[in-house]
């Protein structure tokens, strides 16, 4: 039997938590108001984000829409709760990602804004550029870990922070 949509997005979840949770738990508090340009947003909001994001995948599937007006998401303040809470949001993702069917991936989710809606697409687009999204804010958040020399993680290679990968070069 074949995987499902969802379980396959599972998959590509947990593929890439572990280097997620990495980087967020490198971070320090004491540097969450950094930014490296004054339109960057601050590096907590940031790693806010990337912890954040799976609880998303949660919402898309179970609710089918997000209203920027009540859409409301907890606030951690310590790399502690960071880390605690990015790990519960993708345990809740990838369960409800492994139970939902292909049908359900094909109804329709919305952005909104009160009575304005934003965009539609199906759940199943929207999951995936979820996805894409928890990526792209990871790599910017490596990018503010090197310029405050946090060690970055390896994430599909080696990093020139990571020792464990040097003894495996060839």
């Excluded at 947003?41 to 954040?52: I, N």
């Excluded at 790399?79 to 492994?98: C, G, Q, S």
């Excluded at 989710?109 to 894409?132: A, C, H, P, Q, Y």
Aim: proline share 4%; glycine share 4%; with cysteine.
């Amino acid at each position: 039997m074949s995987d499902t949509l969802g379980q396959l997005y599972a998959k590509e979840l947990m593929a890439e938590a572990e280097a997620s949770r990495k980087c967020i738990e490198r971070v320090p508090e004491s540097l969450y108001e950094y930014k490296p340009h004054e339109k960057s947003m601050k590096m907590g909001h940031l790693v806010l984000t990337v912890a954040g994001i799976p609880a998303w995948i949660t919402h898309i599937i179970e609710i089918g829409d997000v209203d920027f007006t009540t859409f409301k998401m907890e606030s951690p303040k310590t790399t502690a709760e960071m880390v605690k809470f990015f790990d519960a949001n993708i345990a809740k993702a990838a369960e409800v990602l492994n139970k939902v069917s292909d049908e359900e991936l094909q109804k329709p989710f919305s952005l909104k804004m009160g009575e304005k809606v934003l965009s539609t697409d199906n759940k199943r687009n929207t999951v995936g550029s979820t996805i894409n999204h928890l990526v792209h804010h990871r790599g910017q958040l490596t990018v503010y870990m090197r310029l405050n020399n946090i060690a970055v993680p390896h994430i599909y290679g080696p990093s020139a922070d990571d020792k464990e990968w040097e003894s495996k070069a060839v």
